[in-house]
């Protein structure tokens, strides 16, 4: 959360947001946080528990998730599953992101950043990828089968 950066009054998305472990610290940078949870159960605790804060929470899936029409940031820990369908609804065509620290699978990460996933080299004229962070299993409770890496992206 530190390495992202975010600024007082920034919008940023923290997509699968569950109970929200990120939401807090983005909140405490002084971030408007819209926080997008599928879980009909886990979302309504997240309302419950940022009544009092600048957070939206959006029960949405990420393929039907409509952006921001105003300059947005994305600070978050998706669902693995739904890593590539979430960069693909970032990175569309006229999205307003800024910029994204994403943590996924690591192999996830290194392919995006090297082109290899599948639309990757489209959106190379327009963001700069990067490798952040790298987290061993053991960062997560409970652990994945998988390490993870945080995908930086910023727009040139």
Not at 10 to 19: I, K, P, R, S, T
Not at 63 to 81: A, K, M, Q, W
Not at 127 to 147: C, E, M, N, Q
């Amino acid at each position: 959360m530190d390495a992202a950066g975010v600024e007082p009054g920034e919008l940023v998305l923290d997509v699968g947001a569950g109970l929200g472990a990120l939401t807090a610290p983005l909140v405490r940078a002084g971030a408007r946080v819209i926080a997008v949870e599928l879980h009909p159960g886990r979302a309504d605790r997240l309302r419950r528990r940022f009544a009092d804060a600048p957070v939206t929470v959006v029960r949405a899936d990420a393929g039907d998730l409509r952006l921001p029409s105003r300059p947005f940031r994305v600070v978050s820990s998706p669902p693995y599953n739904i890593s590539t369908l979430l960069l693909k609804r970032l990175l569309a065509p006229g999205s307003r992101l800024v910029s994204a620290d994403l943590v996924l699978q690591r192999q996830v990460a290194n392919r995006w950043v090297r082109g290899d996933a599948p639309g990757a080299n489209r959106w190379f004229r327009h963001y700069d990828p990067s490798i952040g962070l790298r987290l061993p299993r053991k960062a997560f409770t409970p652990p994945p089968h998988v390490d993870s890496a945080v995908l930086l992206l910023r727009k040139r």
